[in-house]
């Protein structure tokens, strides 16, 4: 049997034709977080056709809220990340941000008093990881989760294990509006906004992929990148304390266990899921943003559905273990 193609003939398709018929095809699987994009439609669409109270305007205003929080908290460890680094006690240091600034309201400091002192402290916390990954040589995994069970202990400590309200301080943040938009949402966009301009078209975006693509290579070529560790791990304690604002803003109080490793998790399940190298050298803040709200729609929809909470810490542990796997076993690709 000859396995030479047939002349062609008036009935067969030319490669002209075929090219077009394949175009669309082929342009649609290339896009970029395609098979993400498509595992969160048909959620969506379970989640729509299994419930009808998930595509309420009541409903979805909610997983919006819910998911800002994680967002912002996912928009810094997307650029850490990129950069080769890790933080595992952003959402231990959410739970003392939210835990002092409670604290702070309760006792009739000010508003805007209480903001700046408890972003100034989550940003020292950032800082204080960073010294210790850069200066010491410690694996950041193992680092920052020392740091984490710290900072739970501290979160308790200063609540002395009560719940603390702050009855209408930052109700405008946590339930408010603007033009029908929760404004978590709104923030949340403007940081992942931010961070996703940051990494595109600056500088200091560029050096993060040189540096988690290859930092021995950075630095030959004249990245000062100690400097650029402590300025990523500040940036990250910064975002973790106004993602505990929100958190708190939200809840309108601080209670034991808000905060903490679970939205850790949830957060690196986000990051991890939407495409961003564990070990450094590319990151998405598009695949984040998929990631956050795939997590945030699938906890939604296991609510309605009246699905036991304990299975959905199983449900994200899972998500980031395939996603973990998934993420190694794929070639790296170009920031490019």
């Not at 439609?41 to 205003?61: C, E, K, P, R, Y």
């Not at 800082?127 to 694996?139: E, H, I, S």
């Not at 405008?172 to 931010?194: R, Y």
């Not at 559905?305 to 899972?318: D, H, P, R, T």
């Amino acid at each position: 049997m000859s396995l030479t193609a047939p002349p062609e003939t008036p009935t067969t398709k030319s490669p002209t034709h075929a090219g077009r018929t394949a175009g669309p095809f082929r342009a649609l699987t290339g896009l970029p977080h395609a098979g993400l994009t498509a595992v969160l439609v048909a959620v969506i669409v379970f989640a729509g056709v299994q419930t009808d109270s998930f595509a309420t305007s009541t409903n979805l205003v909610n997983v919006l809220r819910q998911v800002s929080v994680v967002a912002v908290l996912a928009a810094g460890l997307t650029l850490l990340m990129t950069a080769g680094g890790m933080d595992f006690s952003m959402g231990s240091n959410a739970a003392v941000t939210t835990a002092v600034a409670a604290q702070f309201l309760a006792d009739g400091r000010s508003t805007a008093f209480t903001v700046i002192v408890s972003l100034l402290l989550a940003t020292a916390i950032g800082l204080v990881n960073g010294l210790v990954v850069t200066y010491t040589n410690v694996a950041p995994f193992v680092a920052t989760l020392a740091t984490a069970t710290l900072l739970d202990g501290v979160a308790l400590l200063v609540l002395n294990g009560l719940s603390v309200s702050i009855g209408d301080h930052l109700s405008a943040l946590g339930t408010g509006t603007t033009l029908g938009l929760p404004n978590l949402l709104i923030v949340a966009v403007l940081v992942l906004l931010v961070v996703g301009l940051v990494m595109r078209f600056t500088v200091f975006g560029r050096d993060a992929f040189a540096v988690g693509g290859n930092e021995h290579v950075a630095r030959l070529s004249g990245i000062d990148v100690n400097r650029r560790k402590l300025v990523l791990y500040s940036l990250a304690g910064a975002l973790s304390g106004l993602a505990g604002l929100m958190l708190l803003s939200r809840l309108g109080a601080s209670s034991p266990g808000t905060g903490g490793l679970q939205l850790q998790l949830t957060a690196v399940a986000s990051v991890v899921i939407g495409g961003t190298m564990l070990a450094g050298g590319f990151g998405t803040v598009i695949g984040t943003c998929l990631g956050v709200v795939l997590l945030g729609v699938v906890a939604n929809a296991l609510n309605l559905l009246q699905v036991s909470s304990y299975f959905q810490q199983i449900s994200v542990g899972a998500v980031l273990l395939v996603a973990a796997i998934a993420n190694q076993l794929h070639k790296k690709p170009s920031p490019h």
